[in-house]
């Protein structure tokens, strides 16, 4: 029995100092995966940027998330128009801004150094642009628009390209098409200067159309959706530098950026609408916040805001059989990268 007890403490002392042994080995290997799992030094800190009035971009709400930490957000003004914002980016007044695929893909063709990284805005049943004109218009067909104005918020972006497309769907000429005259006014006039007569359509999204429609007299003519279906529409861009110089940077701002659209993706209209107010009443920028009740999709329509050659490729075709690219003059490769975005193909978070 003496035999036996003094046995089974030998076992016991043994098994102990096993299992002391396994612990600190758990510990070292945890401070060890700990080290290696820790973000990279970033080459920059501060990221530039230009914001909408009455809106919170996709960067700013990262930031809010606290998904872009430690790197700090630095505004330099609002923009109305997505081909000035990257024209900023070009010539690195900014890091990053976002516009509709074919003003990226013209920018790029002019050998402008930019890259798509992730798409930031689109279409979908609840976000979209329509054309609308007056209730007792003539106007009921794409051929009536002959002779007409129509007012949009810049020229060569999302709403001229989704217009022209529209007239050559519904057969109008190159020639015909050129009688339709584009009028770029600021958004929030849009309603007005269609109610006033000075253009017979109107382009109008979100808050703009829904508070327009509540006071009638104005019926749509047709929307992007009619055309494209749901579809993503534009992506923020990097220089090829700032990629090159700031790797590290590049990373954490675009999968903040990427996991952000994801959030507001998935979480309800209703709770990203109270984000996206207290954060426009916290940064005290004199602006109408109103914009925000009517919210209700980010548009994108893929996880994250992950860029696909089909939604690329709609728009070179366009812009080649508008005699603007030559054929095979660049693919979509050429033109984007998911490199950097959260949920990228082949990454394990693109299951969660």
Do not use: C
Request: aromatic share 8%; glycine share 10%; no cysteine.
């Amino acid at each position: 029995m003496r035999i036996a007890t003094h046995s089974l403490r030998q076992m016991t002392a043994g098994a102990l100092a096993k299992t002391k042994r396994l612990i600190l080995g758990g510990i070292a290997l945890t401070g060890l995966l700990g080290g290696a799992m820790a973000d990279p030094q970033l080459e920059k800190t501060e990221i530039r940027y230009q914001g909408w009035a009455g809106q919170v971009t996709f960067v700013e709400l990262a930031d809010d998330l606290g998904y872009l930490a430690p790197l700090k957000l630095k505004w330099v003004g609002n923009t109305i128009s997505g081909p000035q914002d990257i024209q900023t980016v070009v010539t690195g007044d900014i890091d990053i801004g976002g516009a509709f695929y074919g003003a990226i893909i013209k920018l790029i063709a002019a050998k402008a150094p930019i890259k798509a990284v992730v798409g930031y805005y689109g279409s979908d049943d609840n976000t979209y642009y329509g054309y609308y004109v007056k209730e007792d218009s003539p106007i009921r067909t794409a051929r009536d628009l002959i002779g007409k104005k129509v007012a949009v918020n810049t020229l060569g972006a999302h709403l001229e390209f989704v217009l022209r497309e529209y007239l050559a769907r519904n057969g109008l000429t190159p020639s015909e098409a050129k009688q339709v005259t584009l009028v770029a006014i600021p958004p929030v006039t849009g309603e007005q200067a269609l109610r006033q007569g000075q253009v017979e359509v109107t382009t109008l999204n979100g808050v703009l159309r829904d508070k327009a429609l509540e006071r009638g007299g104005i019926r749509r003519l047709f929307a992007d959706t009619d055309l494209f279906g749901n579809f993503t529409g534009g992506s923020y861009v990097l220089r090829d530098k700032f990629i090159k110089d700031n790797p590290n940077t590049s990373r954490k701002l675009i999968e903040g950026v990427s996991r952000a659209i994801a959030w507001a993706q998935a979480t309800p209209s209703e709770e990203v609408r109270a984000r996206f107010e207290r954060i426009i009443a916290e940064r005290k920028r004199n602006e109408d916040a109103t914009p925000i009740k009517y919210w209700k999709s980010t548009g994108v329509a893929s996880k994250g805001g992950v860029i696909g050659d089909t939604e690329l490729q709609v728009w070179i075709d366009w812009l080649v059989k508008d005699g603007l690219l030559k054929q095979d003059q660049l693919k979509p490769s050429d033109i984007y990268t998911n490199d950097f975005n959260y949920f990228r193909p082949g990454k394990t978070a693109d299951a969660k």
